[in-house]
Each structure stands twice: as C-alpha cells, then as structure tokens.
C-alpha cells in the first residue's frame, strides 16, 4: 500500500477536496479510483469576526487559510509517502452554506461576507416565505439579499452577482461561477424536478424586486449537479492555493457544495430514507425525503443532496463550540496545574467523564447558544449553564449536560419531521465529536431514540466528502451509476461502520433534560434582553468569537 500510495500522488490518481469549516479550513487527499483511502490531510484554524454586529471573515483570510492548510497536507504527503503532489487528477471545493457575498461588475466585494449565522434577515424571511410558499430561513442567501433591498443599503444598486463562499472560491479558482444543485438549495428553492432554481417562484420573486436589482437568474451562479463538469484549475488558481508554485493547473474540478451536501456524501446518506448528523460549530440533521413534505414549517428547510434529491433539514446555528470552550478551559487549569495535556486528549477526558454523569445530567442545563437560534426563538445567543440548588454539580453531569446541549435543540426540530410521518431506515453521524468512541454517538442515539452509525472516515468530515465527490467526476460522473450507488459500490464497501443503539436509560433520561430545558428557554431569553453582548459594543474591528 505505501508504494502505490505514492504512485497515486506521483501519477496524480488523486482526488483533492478542500472545505471552509466554520473553525478550521480542511484539505484532504485521496487515491482517486479507491476514495475511502486518504493520503494525506492538511488544515489551519480560523476563526469569525463579529463586526458592526455582523459575523463574517475576511476574503483575506480565505487564501492566507486555504494556503497554509494546503502546504501542510503537502508536508503530511512528503512525512508519510516521501513524495509532495504536483498535480492532482481532480478537486473540489465546499463551504459553510448560505449567507451572502455580493459582487460588483469588476467582481469587487460591494460588503463584508455576511454568514450563515447572521440572524437579521427576519423581515426578509418572513416576507418570503409567505410570498413563496415554503420556509426561507434567515440564513438563506435569498434572505440576506432580499433583507439588503428592503434596507435599501446602498450597494444594491451596484449589484451583479451573488454567491455563497465556496461559489467564491470555486469562480477564484476555476472563472466560472456555477454552484453544486445542494449549495445553490440554500440559496433559493430547487425545483427538483429540473435540479435548478423552481422557475415559478424566481418569477414571484423577480416581481416582488420590482426593478431595484437585475433578475435573479443574472444574479445567482448556474446550478450543477454531482458528476457534471465544472470547470479547470487555472494557472491564477493553482497559485492561489500554493504560492511556491509547484502545484499544476488543468485538473477537472466538481460542482462547488456546501458542507450539508458533503456531510451527506461522507455520512453515505443520500438515498431516500436515509439520513445523517453533522456536528460542528453548528449541528443539523439531514433526511433524504421520499415525498414533499404535508406542511411549511418554521424549523424545516427543504434543501438537496448533491444529485438534486430533496431533504429536510433540521439546522441549528450553534454546535459543539461551547463544548469546546469548556474543554478549553480545563485544559488551561490542567497546564496551570503544572501538565501539558494535548487538546485532543482534554476533550476525549472530558468526554469519557460524561459516561459517568447521571441519565438527566443530575439537574443541570447547558444552553450552547454563543448565537442566534430561530428553531429556539432567539434573535442573540447567550451561552448558560443552569442549576437550582438541587442539582447534582459534578464533572460527570457538567459534560453529561453540556453533551446534551449540543443535542437539544436538534431534537426540538426533530419532533417536526416526527410530525410529518418521514420514514428513516439509518441516522449516520459525522465531525469531530464523534471521534471518542461511545459517548457523543451513544448520547446522539438516545435523543433521537434511534440508532446512530459512525464511519471510521467520520472524523475527516466534509473535506472528504468534496474529495469523493472530485473522485466520482473523475471517475466519469456517473461511470454507469448514480452517486449512491457510486458511494455504495466505490466507497463504502469496506468501509467500517460502529452502530450505536439507543439505550432505554439514555432515551429516558434525555427527554428528562429536554423537557426541563424547553420551559428553561424563558431564562435565555431573558438573559438576551438583561444582558449586552460584549462583542456588540467592541471597536469597530470587532471581537472574534
């Protein structure tokens, strides 16, 4: 296997896929015709900035990140196979979804990138989603504009394009501004029977605008599916992603996605009844749809999987970062208390620790909110930990609660597809707190009351999936199958997968917690309006978070 792994980078039977996380930014390589074998990987951390109340990052940090997560898969190439990739024999490119970049007609950036967790598109979303018929998030890019021309803010007249971030990066890359049918879903509403833009409402909306921007379809970036051809690595490409020089331009490169799309495919959860977890800075569930859904709901979006399959989706601004803020801070007392723990090791610790919790987290409530959370009501986020003098205050039911948190307002929304009769024969679950085995998966499994299935490839998250999704383009699209049967046939046949089954205990206990935590959303919305953010206040350059 070493041999032919360097072959594979030498020959370029690679496949690389790079994905914009809301923390970390991930570069991951593949052997091409065997994708469930990976290289090398490379990544870099960055961070949002909240900015005159705004979430964003700088485009500047986009290239200085994509650069240094890039040059230390290379190094990790040359550590392991003692060769570094010139070349690769394709590529692809995914990002948090949603939120808004906005170009001029020189392709300058007309405001900040406003993200997916920017909450104050309310009156957008709610104007459109009346007019169109179906829930339009206030993370959707459709909202953010539409919010833009209600505000009159004066770039609108300026506008010419709109994309979301890995369209950005896929126009720098390749000069084409297309976007994969799943990323483009939580732009504007798909109609699945064509996998583009559903033309009847593009009309409704078209009228709404009235003239104030160009038409929507001059606006948005064509929509392609998995398998389809999206364009080249330019030269002015490859040297945006290594600025030594050495990488190659020409590869074939995939429809852009989004980190939903690619959570999918790297979860094998892309056929109807199937569905999966995502868990990162924020958490949603994704359930592939057999028929359209009875109702509009408030807490479901209907989005699709990278072939164009529509999916509800059950999505949640905030995650595992408070999580990781609590892992954070014991670390610090754990190297003040004169050790040198690795990260990775505090948070399996603490992890393991919550094992030993009680099964309703012994009174404790952890809210997880650090930002807006519609699915709770909540315009701002104010993370808590809550107890009453009863409560059981131990390390065990801390991480018990806090694990819980990360879950519960996953499984408010949860309750809606329950609602709506939406059959699912598999939950599979990725990111990288599924990495210690038996604890967050096993919690996972008794909130939903249903099995839950990790991948030994769970960890490596959406920079895989857009790297599997890279090899099936490669491989000639659809090489005689469709992407499920591609990611059963070429992917996932030996591929491992621990299942995790809802213990009576766990399931008991949860619903516990989230009833107490349900009727304890009053204290957080008062703790939103009794208490400032800090970072609202901040300097004009803002505060990261």
Request: glycine fraction near 10%; hydrophobic fraction near 45%.
């Amino acid at each position: 296997m070493p041999e032919a792994a360097r072959d594979a980078i030498a020959q370029g039977r690679t496949a690389l896929g790079i994905e914009f996380g809301s923390t970390r930014i991930k570069a991951c390589l593949v052997d091409a015709d065997d994708p469930s074998h990976v290289l090398a990987v490379g990544a870099h951390d960055w961070e949002n900035a909240y900015v005159d109340r705004l979430w964003t990052y700088s485009l500047d940090d986009v290239w200085t990140g994509v650069q240094a997560a890039y040059a230390a898969l290379v190094a990790d190439a040359e550590a392991r196979h003692g060769i570094a990739p010139t070349r690769v024999g394709a590529l692809g490119v995914s990002a948090m979804m949603h939120g808004y970049l906005a170009f001029d007609d020189a392709g300058e950036l007309l405001v900040p990138f406003r993200t997916w967790r920017n909450t104050n598109t309310g009156a957008a979303a709610r104007e459109l989603t009346d007019l169109l018929g179906v829930n339009i998030p206030l993370r959707w890019s459709i909202a953010h504009l539409h919010q833009a021309v209600l505000d009159a803010e004066p770039h609108v007249p300026q506008l010419h394009s709109v994309t979301t971030l890995a369209g950005y990066v896929h126009w720098r890359l390749t000069g084409r501004r297309v976007l994969g049918v799943g990323d483009a879903s939580g732009m504007f509403p798909i109609d699945p029977a064509t996998a583009g833009y559903d033309a009847d409402l593009v009309t409704r909306y078209d009228g709404l605008a009235d003239g104030r921007i160009p038409p929507l379809l001059e606006l948005l970036p064509e929509v392609l599916v998995a398998g389809e051809p999206a364009g080249e690595l330019t030269a002015e490409g490859a040297a945006l992603l290594d600025p030594s020089g050495r990488l190659q331009s020409g590869a074939p490169v995939c429809p852009p996605e989004g980190d939903a799309g690619t959570g999918m495919v790297a979860t094998a959860a892309v056929a109807p009844r199937t569905g999966n977890v995502s868990a990162g800075t924020s958490i949603f569930a994704m359930v592939v749809l057999e028929r359209p859904l009875a109702e509009v709901h408030e807490e479901l979006d209907v989005v699709t999987t990278p072939a164009g399959d529509p999916v509800a989706m059950v999505h949640c601004n905030n995650g595992a970062s408070e999580l990781a803020e609590w892992a954070g801070l014991f670390g610090r007392f754990a190297a003040a208390s004169g050790a040198a723990p690795d990260p990775d090791a505090v948070f399996d610790t603490l992890l393991r620790e919550a094992l030993t919790g009680e099964d309703d987290a012994g009174g404790l409530l952890a809210y997880n909110h650090l930002a807006g959370e519609p699915i709770a009501g909540l315009t701002e986020g104010r993370p808590l930990l809550v107890r009453t003098p009863g409560s059981r205050f131990t390390l065990g039911n801390l991480m018990r609660a806090e694990v819980y948190g990360v879950f519960a307002t996953l499984a408010l929304g949860m309750r809606v597809l329950d609602s709506e009769g939406v059959a699912l024969d598999r939950m599979l679950a990725h990111g990288g707190v599924f990495r210690t085995a038996g604890v967050a998966q096993r919690f996972l499994a008794g909130a939903l009351n249903a099995p839950v299935s990790v991948a030994a490839t769970a960890s490596e998250g959406g920079a895989w999936g857009i790297a599997v999704l890279a090899a099936y383009l490669r491989s000639g699209g659809t090489d005689g199958r469709d992407l499920d049967a591609y990611l059963r046939d070429r992917v996932f046949a030996e591929v491992a997968f621990e299942t995790a089954d809802p213990q009576p205990q766990d399931v008991a206990g949860f619903a516990d917690y989230l009833f107490r935590y349900d009727a304890g959303l009053a204290v957080e919305r008062a703790a939103v309006s009794a208490l400032p953010d800090r970072a609202a206040t901040a300097s004009p350059e803002g505060t990261a978070q």
